[in-house]
């Protein structure tokens, strides 16, 4: 199955600041899907993107899925201590997961 | 509802032992997953089952792994020989209808074992 990349593979910021990952494939995909694993848990699924050039919030996140439908992005605005963990992109063909990018956050 | 259930939540044992992983899915979910998690190798999709039926088992890292899906509401991975490089988490996840557009999974808890 095509392997979705993933950047940064770590970042660590202060409590407040903005944090973004980034979740890369060379071939298009048909959607997308975005999970959170909290340190000693299991992931959770945050949201599902379908659409070229689609756009979806949920509170301070908001997951973004590129026009060629081969990239896609999750911003945070204001970090929290509450937000640290590995977030995953998952391509929907296969299920696979991409590497993740782990969040730490300094309060 | 409950969740996805594994068992056992931590099992050590030694190099060369048979290891018996279990899962029981979301009542009413037709699909099934095997991932394993470590540091290096982030989380791998090992094998994925539908409606029982094993259908992609190309995770599966070698002949020692082997997998069943006996009915909807259990699935066991099994290691035999166990190797120390085997040790990781493995989860069990699952969802109304596998790769079907839409269908998030459901992860369990996970079983941590480790292989000395």
């Known amino acids: 199955g095509q392997q979705v990349m993933q950047i940064p593979q770590y970042q660590h910021v202060q409590e407040g600041e903005d944090f973004t990952t980034y979740c890369n494939s060379s071939?298009?995909?048909?959607?997308i899907q975005w999970y959170k694993q909290r340190p000693g848990g299991h992931p959770v699924f945050l949201i599902q993107l379908v659409k070229s050039g689609e756009v979806k919030k949920q509170k301070r996140l908001t997951f973004q899925f590129g026009e060629a439908k081969k990239n896609s992005s999750l911003h945070i605005t204001a970090t929290q201590t509450t937000d640290v963990g590995t977030y995953f992109c998952?391509?929907?063909?296969?299920?696979?997961f991409g590497a993740g990018t782990r969040l730490t956050v300094k309060p | 509802d409950a969740g996805v259930i594994q068992s056992p939540r931590h099992e050590v044992t030694e190099m060369g032992q048979e290891v018996t992983l279990r899962c029981k899915p979301i009542s009413g979910h037709n699909s099934l997953f095997w991932y394993r998690q470590t540091m290096m190798r982030g989380l791998e999709l090992l094998i994925y089952?539908?409606?029982?039926?094993?259908?992609?088992d190309s995770g599966m890292p070698e002949d020692r792994f082997s997998a069943k899906m006996p009915n909807a509401s259990f699935s066991t991975l099994k290691i035999q020989p166990s190797e120390p490089r085997d040790s990781a988490v493995y989860f069990c996840?699952?969802?109304?209808?596998?790769?079907?557009?839409?269908?998030?999974?459901?992860f369990g808890s996970g079983t941590q074992l480790s292989v000395l």
């Open positions: 089952f539908n409606n029982n039926v094993p259908i992609d």
């Open positions: 071939t298009t995909l048909s959607n």
């Open positions: 998952v391509n929907n063909n296969d299920m696979r």
């Open positions: 996840a699952s969802s109304r209808n596998g790769m079907t557009s839409g269908q998030k999974l459901f």
